[in-house]
């Protein structure tokens, strides 16, 4: 019932930029938490950027500075400013969506993922 999808994602090359979006829709009680993943071939899908509903922002170290994770007018989207892109950031980006479930117990939510590819 709940739907996470994300847009925004493309061939850029380096140096170049790109704002991927993420809208979640259905029924949702509350969020704790929006953010990106990434995954490359062969490797695991790790965090690139997360913010909490309190606004509090975390970045992996290969991005800091060059990206930027902000939430939209809607409390139920979240963007992903990417500047400065280098080849290494070439992957599937997924959305993440942690929300309260019963309880004390939370839900987590993905998206389908978008490509970045960036090259010469």
């Known amino acids: 019932q709940v739907q996470v999808a994300e847009s925004g994602g493309g061939l850029v090359q380096p140096g170049g930029s790109l704002r991927l979006s993420c809208t979640v829709s259905?029924?949702?009680?509350?969020?704790?938490?929006m953010g990106w993943y990434r995954q490359a071939p062969g490797k695991e899908r790790e965090l690139v950027a997360a913010l909490t509903a309190g606004g509090s922002a975390n970045y992996d170290s290969s991005v800091k500075d060059r990206f930027a994770i902000s939430r939209g007018n809607a409390v139920n989207t979240v963007y992903l400013q990417m500047n400065d892109l280098k080849p290494e950031d070439t992957g599937g980006y997924y959305c993440h969506v942690e929300s309260k479930g019963s309880g004390w117990s939370n839900v987590d939510y993905w998206g389908q993922g978008t490509q970045v590819t960036v090259t010469s």
């Open positions: 259905g029924t949702i009680f509350s969020i704790n938490a």
